[in-house]
């Protein structure tokens, strides 16, 4: 099960949201995810009876039609609501809480904020900031580097050269994101996004260097604080009698977090240069991301080919 506290959403967003305590601001609830496959953006949203356990916020919208249904059925349903104990109720737009409201929350302990931001602005800020905080995560060994605006992940044996390339990538104007231990979360279902540990936040170790501040050294657009990760490129070092294949028909996927992540393989050897196969791996990728296949072409060609001759 994942959580928060609302304390901590509170002072993470007070400034942005201009967020005031009315009621409750000694109170521990917490806003959490109990299924594994929900996500932050499902645990805030408009005043809802069906899904009484989320942070409810009401708008000019919700305040109308309270309005409009009566005081009695109005008082009503809130006690209904706030008998299932949500996190809290967030007033935005600059609303007055209701009366009904304001006794109904000092009944039942509930939390009570307010906004005076408009209340699809509250919404879609929290969203964005629970499915970062709520998010499943993993920690990945390897590199991780904005090359081309892409996120990639270099990952491979220790030995095999991870750090070089990067040291390479960054000098060719690239940015690292994270070195040796990077975070990874499902920001949405599809999405990994991936940044640093605060302590290793702007070093990589390279052999005989050591810790190299990147920031310090290349400037401030040689680092980055997180990257969507999009391509997993692993460089494997070559055995004697055993050779890669020279065009891999099938393409290769790694799972993280349960998303297929698209995965090269790139074999290690005296005399390549990673960098410009690393590159050209990230350009063919978006090609591909656009629906351009450059295998795929190929084969066509050879298949028109063949029929050709055939007729």
Same mark, same amino acid.
């Given at each position: 099960?994942?959580?928060?506290?609302?304390?901590?959403?509170?002072?993470?967003?007070?400034?942005?949201?201009?967020?005031?305590?009315?009621?409750?601001?000694?109170?521990?609830?917490?806003?959490?995810?109990?299924?594994?496959?929900?996500?932050?953006?499902? !645990? #805030?949203?408009?005043?809802?009876?069906?899904?009484?356990?989320?942070?409810?916020?009401?708008?000019?919208?919700?305040? $109308?039609?309270? +309005?409009?249904?009566?005081?009695?059925?109005?008082?009503?349903?809130?006690? $209904?609501?706030?008998?299932?104990?949500?996190?809290?109720?967030?007033?935005?737009?600059?609303?007055?809480?209701?009366?009904?409201? #304001?006794?109904?929350?000092?009944?039942?302990?509930?939390?009570?904020?307010?906004?005076?931001?408009?209340?699809?602005?509250?919404?879609?800020?929290?969203?964005?900031?629970?499915?970062?905080?709520?998010?499943?995560?993993?920690?990945?060994?390897? !590199?991780?580097?904005?090359?081309?605006?892409?996120?990639?992940?270099?990952?491979?044996?220790?030995?095999?050269?991870?750090?070089?390339?990067?040291?390479?990538?960054?000098?060719?104007?690239?940015?690292?994101?994270?070195?040796?231990?990077?975070?990874?979360?499902?920001?949405?279902? +599809?999405?990994?996004?991936?940044?640093?540990?605060?302590?290793?936040?702007?070093?990589?170790?390279?052999?005989?260097?050591?810790?190299?501040?990147?920031?310090?050294?290349?400037?401030?657009?040689?680092?980055?604080?997180?990257?969507?990760?999009?391509?997993?490129?692993?460089?494997?070092?070559?055995?004697?009698?055993?050779?890669?294949?020279?065009?891999?028909?099938? *393409?290769? +996927?790694?799972?993280?977090?349960?998303?297929?992540?698209?995965?090269?393989?790139?074999?290690? *050897?005296?005399?390549?240069?990673?960098?410009?196969?690393?590159?050209?791996?990230?350009?063919?990728?978006?090609?591909?991301?656009?629906?351009?296949?450059?295998?795929?072409?190929?084969?066509?060609?050879?298949?028109?080919?063949?029929?050709?001759?055939? *007729?």
């Amino acid at each position: 099960m994942r959580h928060i506290s609302l304390v901590q959403l509170y002072e993470d967003n007070r400034e942005k949201l201009l967020l005031n305590w009315v009621l409750g601001h000694q109170s521990d609830r917490r806003i959490e995810i109990k299924l594994s496959n929900n996500y932050g953006a499902d !645990v #805030v949203g408009h005043i809802n009876v069906i899904h009484p356990e989320r942070l409810q916020v009401m708008g000019q919208a919700e305040y $109308d039609w309270a +309005t409009k249904i009566g005081e009695r059925r109005f008082a009503q349903m809130f006690q $209904d609501l706030l008998g299932a104990q949500p996190p809290a109720v967030i007033v935005a737009d600059g609303l007055t809480p209701p009366e009904i409201l #304001v006794d109904a929350c000092k009944n039942f302990n509930t939390p009570l904020i307010f906004s005076p931001k408009p209340c699809s602005a509250v919404i879609d800020l929290l969203r964005i900031y629970l499915s970062s905080r709520l998010a499943d995560t993993v920690n990945l060994h390897g !590199v991780f580097m904005d090359v081309l605006g892409m996120g990639v992940l270099i990952t491979g044996d220790s030995g095999v050269g991870k750090s070089e390339l990067a040291l390479e990538l960054i000098s060719r104007g690239h940015g690292l994101v994270a070195d040796d231990v990077v975070e990874m979360a499902r920001i949405a279902p +599809t999405t990994i996004e991936g940044r640093c540990p605060g302590m290793l936040r702007d070093f990589l170790e390279v052999r005989g260097l050591g810790l190299l501040n990147i920031r310090t050294i290349f400037g401030e657009t040689a680092s980055r604080r997180k990257m969507k990760l999009k391509l997993i490129v692993h460089l494997q070092k070559t055995v004697a009698g055993s050779d890669a294949p020279r065009l891999p028909l099938d *393409a290769q +996927t790694q799972e993280v977090l349960g998303v297929p992540v698209r995965k090269v393989l790139i074999p290690v *050897a005296a005399g390549r240069n990673l960098a410009v196969l690393l590159e050209a791996a990230v350009r063919n990728t978006i090609l591909q991301l656009r629906g351009i296949d450059s295998m795929q072409d190929f084969m066509d060609r050879q298949q028109r080919m063949m029929l050709d001759d055939d *007729a």
